[in-house]
């Protein structure tokens, strides 16, 4: 079972059309309190959740979710490169996310790593593994603005808080993204949260 959250009825309509078509067996609810009054812990399949719904935001419902232990791998549907919200999901649980406005691709590719990793421990820990390779290979000051990027600090204010020029920063971040191979920030958020010795406990199974 694949659930989808969102509050626009074009977007659910149009996910649960895409994953059906793919053979998925989709429900999707307008809102997080619907989801919660229908569903029950243990359910298996996959989540995919906007991360602005009104009420309760998607990111309090996989908060709720890890608290009662309900491990259902969950994908947070977000803004374009909203670094901050990526993380925030990340480290509430979500195993993915996919950015707005959604295509065609990212759902069913998104469902499919999620269940492969949830299905298949050596999948995921050779992921987290390059994951880790990919950070090694940057250097400390890559590394470093690197983390300031994801606390969504913008390369005027690093420069300063570094004493280095603008340029300097923004070529820094061009060669961190071409050497992770990250096409945009929510994906080396992403890549960056798996290199981490995030506890197997917080990660969906």
């Known amino acids: 079972m694949i659930v989808v959250i969102d509050d626009d009825r074009h977007v659910r309509e149009g996910i649960r059309d895409l994953l059906e078509g793919d053979g ?3 429900e999707d609810f ?3 309190e619907a989801f919660l009054e229908s569903c029950r812990p243990g ?8 991360a602005y719904l009104p009420g309760m935001p998607g ?14 791998p969950a994908i947070m549907i977000m803004g374009n490169s909203d670094v901050p919200m990526a993380v925030q999901a990340m480290k509430a649980g979500a195993s993915d ?3 707005e406005p959604i295509g065609r691709e990212e759902p069913l590719a998104g469902v499919a790593r999620a269940l492969e990793q949830t299905h298949d421990v050596a999948k995921r820990s050779a992921w987290r593994k390059a994951a880790a390779d990919h950070v090694a290979a940057l250097t400390a000051r890559q590394r ?9 600090h913008p390369s005027k204010n690093i420069a300063a808080d570094l004493h280095i020029s ?3 920063v923004e ?4 060669s961190i993204m071409r050497k992770t191979g990250a096409k945009s920030l929510p994906s080396l958020a992403r890549l960056a949260l798996a290199a981490t010795s995030i506890p197997d406990d917080t990660l969906p199974v």
């Open 43 to 50: 359910q298996e399949g996959c989540l995919l959740v906007d």
């Open 59 to 72: 990111l309090e419902l996989l908060q709720r979710l890890r608290e009662e232990d309900w491990r259902l």
């Open 24 to 26: 998925h067996v989709v």
């Open 144 to 152: 470093q603005i690197m983390e300031m990027v994801l606390a969504g």
């Open 30 to 32: 307008a809102s997080c």
């Open 97 to 99: 996310f996919i950015e």
């Open 171 to 174: 070529n820094h971040r061009a």
């Open 166 to 168: 603008q340029r300097t």
